[in-house]
């Protein structure tokens, strides 16, 4: 499954991860630190929405 940032257009691919971001291939959305923000602006992961 894919998320996409609502506030910048980042997306982030449940199958290939984020490897530059430190974030392995296969990394479920759900099982990102709560921590996590986006790579590009900044955003929460609750800026983020299942990509169509």
Known sequence: MK???TVCGWEYDEVEG???H???PGTNF???PE???CPLCAVGKDM????E
């Open 3 to 5: 998320y996409v940032c």
């Open 18 to 20: 984020a490897p530059e």
């Open 22 to 24: 430190g974030i392995a």
């Open 30 to 32: 759900a099982d990102l």
């Open 35 to 37: 921590d996590f923000v």
């Open 48 to 51: 983020f929405e299942p990509a």
